[in-house]
């Protein structure tokens, strides 16, 4: 009868782990407080009908597995019972996580505690199963639903939010997910959590991007990354990766911005992320490469639907990096109708343009008309004004950093009235900061 109950327990055991879709590891991995690769050792000589675990770890598997039918931890209780009944001279069956013999296995002995303990292990498994329970639902499912759908809106909607609103909703959220996860919950609402972390770290970062505090953003990417590892999250990973190259791009470090990706990019982020290696390989001087990827971006997926990370790349996008790197690398006649095209692009866009984007191709085609062969002066210190009063409501440091370079070379122009107009604009431009509201 005794070998027989031992049977059950570890045939029930295997019927319910498979159920669950568990390994023998992943189930093991469930049960904190061992170490994992002794209990991976037990549960598997338990579906052999080798051993029966102790009693707290039974009581910490059927709080993984759930109730279905009769507790393990009972079949372990009535095994033990019928054990301690023998009056045979065998070997007694060896309770991994009980009082050993000499004769038992290594593994378990090495997993053994005392009697008076196994009592006080068997009482803690069953607080802190309880207490998961009590997280989980203190986790609050939907204030973490209407975060993830947050999420999905930010996706398409964060452009044209005034920063500082934005800012502030985001870092609430931000707060909320990372008391959770210091929390003890399910394997299911932890991987959830994560997930919402990463991407909600990742517009702290570029918001603090935009308003020009690159350190802070370096900061917040590293740690978005870190949560985006955990669950794999490849357009996270792909878009962090892609802030990494604007931060070193914007410090002027253009091989760092160019070998800032790593891996393979998802097809999502395909484009942006070729559009963002090409600018920094026009910078380098690289020609080649830089028109390599300009190819690459526009072989890959355009105009998408908007998913958690950085924006999609738009046709009017698109046109505005091809005007960067065409500039950049002397194409000034070809740059200059890729800015017209994207400047079109934008005006068209009406209320959802992004403001930023249409900044730089207004200051892009400001640049290409200083660069012909008779420069258009003052058409384009008037285009490069328009940039700065496009984006005088709502700032970003990409922008404004851009317009400061231009109007350093426009230097040698400064009679000219439309110069001065644009440096006043330049000198007098509000710095991008959360206090503005706007």
């Known amino acids: 009868m005794d070998d027989d109950l031992l049977a059950q327990l570890g045939a029930e055991l295997c019927r319910r782990r498979e159920a669950a879709g568990l390994t023998q590891s992943d189930l093991a991995a469930c049960l904190t ?4 690769e002794s209990v991976r050792t037990i549960i598997s000589k338990c579906e052999r009908g080798r051993v029966a675990p102790s009693p707290a770890i039974l009581h910490a598997i059927d709080g993984v597995l759930g109730a279905d039918g009769t507790p393990l931890s009972s079949l372990g209780a009535a095994q033990r ?36 303990g196994l009592a006080a292990i068997a009482a803690l498994a069953g607080d802190r199963l309880r207490q998961i329970a ?14 993830e759908e947050a999420i999905e809106r930010y996706a398409t909607t964060y452009t044209l939010v005034p920063h500082a609103t934005l800012f502030e909703e985001i870092a609430e959220r931000w707060h909320k997910v990372d008391v959770a996860l210091g929390g003890r919950t399910s394997l299911g609402t932890r991987r959830r959590l994560t997930a919402a972390g990463g991407r909600l770290t990742y517009y702290l970062s570029r918001l603090s991007f935009n308003l020009g505090d690159l350190s802070a953003a370096g900061r917040l990417a590293e740690l978005a990354d870190r949560y985006a590892t955990q669950v794999e999250d490849r357009v996270i990973l792909a878009s962090i990766a892609g802030m990494r190259s604007g931060i ?54 355009i105009g998408q639907h908007g998913q958690p990370g950085d924006l999609p790349l738009s046709e009017a996008a698109a046109s505005m990096f091809e005007g960067v790197v065409l500039c950049g690398v ?68 990409t922008v404004l950093d851009r317009a400061r370079r231009f109007r350093d ?27 503005r509201g706007v």
């Open 134 to 147: 009590t997280d989980d639902a203190h986790c609050d499912v939907l204030s973490l639903i209407e975060t």
């Open 33 to 36: 407080g061992w170490e994992r």
């Open 409 to 435: 070379e426009l230097t040698s122009f400064r009679t000219v009235p439309a110069v001065r107009d644009f440096h006043e604009l330049v000198a007098s431009a509000p710095r991008p900061a959360l206090v």
């Open 248 to 301: 070193a791009y914007y410090r002027k470090d253009y091989g760092g911005a160019a070998s800032a990706f790593e891996s393979p990019d998802p097809p999502y982020s395909r484009a942006r992320n070729a559009a963002y290696r090409a600018r920094a390989y026009a910078a380098q001087g690289d020609a080649s490469r830089a028109l390599a990827e300009l190819d690459v971006m526009r072989h890959s997926p």
């Open 81 to 116: 019972r019928s054990s301690r009944r023998r009056t045979t001279a065998s070997a007694p069956i060896a309770i991994a996580g009980a009082p050993t013999t000499a004769e038992e296995d290594p593994t378990d002995r090495r997993t053994a505690i005392g009697a008076a």
């Open 330 to 397: 002397g194409a000034g006649e070809a740059a200059e109708q890729a800015a017209r095209e994207s400047i079109a692009g934008h005006q068209a866009a009406g209320p959802a343009a992004h403001l930023e984007e249409w900044g730089h191709a207004l200051l892009v085609l400001a640049a290409a008309l200083v660069r012909r062969d008779r420069p258009e002066v003052d058409e384009a210190a008037a285009v490069a004004a328009q940039a700065m009063v496009l984006m005088e409501s709502r700032p970003t440091h």
